[in-house]
């Protein structure tokens, strides 16, 4: 609501005196607002966690848009091989049409988190009651299939909207970005993949994976080669409760 009103009245000052600081005052504004939708660590219109305390040589490894029957069991077999527990930020529709895949992320001791209903693109341009319901019943459908209530939630693309504090407080949920990004949807070099993403990663990172609409082998080939230099660089793979959890939940440890 304070966003609208702002942008209200630098639209209004702009079109009343139609003289150059009243458009780069509302072009401005237009330019922090698309930037705020788009970074979620801007944390322009809700506060997120983007990266866990820095005095712990501690990642945590976070997959998006499952449970896919092609991807999933195969990400899974690898952590589990590899004694990691991950964080599976799971789509309410992917988790009605495959429970059982849903329930295995949890009994092998992973944390399950909320990605949304149906991650379409237009559900970041929701309001009110419509990104509420997408949020809750995403939550009631991991409840249902798993026994765990979400605690996290990530939205689609990881954008945000001035309308999402509402739901995430209804139904309890923590928002949580990154800070290290894999772009491991359509690589073709997963080696570079993997170079790019461990260049970037420190004390506290959060890393973004996928675990939906990739290809198994090159998810496979991502994730060993991450949690192979990883350990080599002496850090510990931890589920993101672990990572986070502390008196300030909701702060990026910068």
Known sequence: ????????????????????????????????TGLGV???????????????????????????????PNVTPHVLDTLRAEGIHATFFCIGERVRACPD????????GHLIGNHTDRHAWWTNFLFGGGLCQAIARAQETIRDATG????????????????????LR???LVLIGWDVRT??????????????????????????????????KTAVHIVKGIIDELRVRGFDI?????????PATNRDFT
């Open 170 to 172: 209804k139904n309890g």
């Open 183 to 216: 772009f491991d949807r359509r690589t073709r070099q997963p080696e570079a993949t993997i170079r790019r993403a461990c260049a970037k990663i420190r004390n506290g990172s959060i890393l973004l994976l996928h675990d939906g609409d990739v290809v198994p």
């Open 238 to 246: 931890v589920r993101l409760d672990a990572l986070i959890d502390s």
């Open 101 to 108: 895949l849903a329930r295995r992320i949890v009994q092998e």
């Open 38 to 68: 788009a970074f979620i660590r801007m944390r322009y219109f809700c506060d997120a966690t983007c990266r866990g305390p820095a005095d712990r040589k501690c990642v945590a490894l976070t997959f998006d848009d499952g449970p896919d």
């Open 1 to 32: 609501m304070a966003v609208t009103v702002i942008a209200i009245a630098a639209t209004a000052v702009s079109l009343a005196y139609s003289r150059a600081w009243g458009y780069w005052i509302a072009s401005g504004f237009l330019i922090a």
């Open 148 to 167: 765990q209530t979400p605690r996290y939630f990530r939205p689609p693309m990881g954008l945000t909207n001035p309308h999402l504090n509402a739901p």
